[in-house]
């Protein structure tokens, strides 16, 4: 209905702490506007057998900024590094419950960035990659 339609996009557009768009203007703030991001999603690249579109687009409209989304069962090194060594200059990831089930994942991002952002506890970690791209490897 046209009242359930309206109120999801209602909620999308909030910019309170811890929103999406909240999120995507921190991005705005501290990420260089030539910088490509990887933006971490809470959907899935494959749900159920088929191909999903697992894109956040709001993180990438607020902030103004390019890059790669990354489905949520796609958190891993090897993709960081290779997204990495495509460009990416800072990574993006808003839910603390997918950060904290991927050890490797915050080990990696541990010894290799430096948070720049809000904060994953405020619904928006902003990791800068510190590491010359030259020496990456997963």
Same mark, same amino acid.
């Given at each position: ?49 088929? !191909? ?6 709001? $993180? *990438?409209?607020?902030? &103004? ?5 990354? /489905? ?45 952002? !809000? ?6 970690? $902003? *990791?800068?990659?510190? &590491? ?5 490897? /997963?």
């Amino acid at each position: 209905s046209l009242g359930v339609t309206a109120s999801v996009f209602r909620q999308m557009l909030l910019t309170g702490e811890g929103s999406l768009a909240q999120c995507g203007t921190s991005v705005q703030e501290v990420v260089p506007a030539d910088a490509r991001i990887i933006v971490s999603t809470t959907s899935y690249a494959v749900d159920n057998g088929i !191909p999903n579109n697992y894109q956040e687009p709001q $993180i *990438f409209f607020y902030s &103004q900024r390019y890059g790669w989304s990354l /489905p949520a069962d796609w958190h891993t090194v090897e993709k960081l590094v290779e997204y990495r060594n495509d460009g990416a200059s800072f990574f993006v990831i808003y839910s603390e419950g997918l950060l904290n089930s991927n050890p490797s994942l915050t080990d990696y991002l541990d010894n290799n960035s430096i948070q720049v952002g !809000p904060g994953i506890e405020r619904g928006c970690a $902003i *990791f800068a990659f510190v &590491q010359p791209l030259e020496q990456i490897q /997963p």
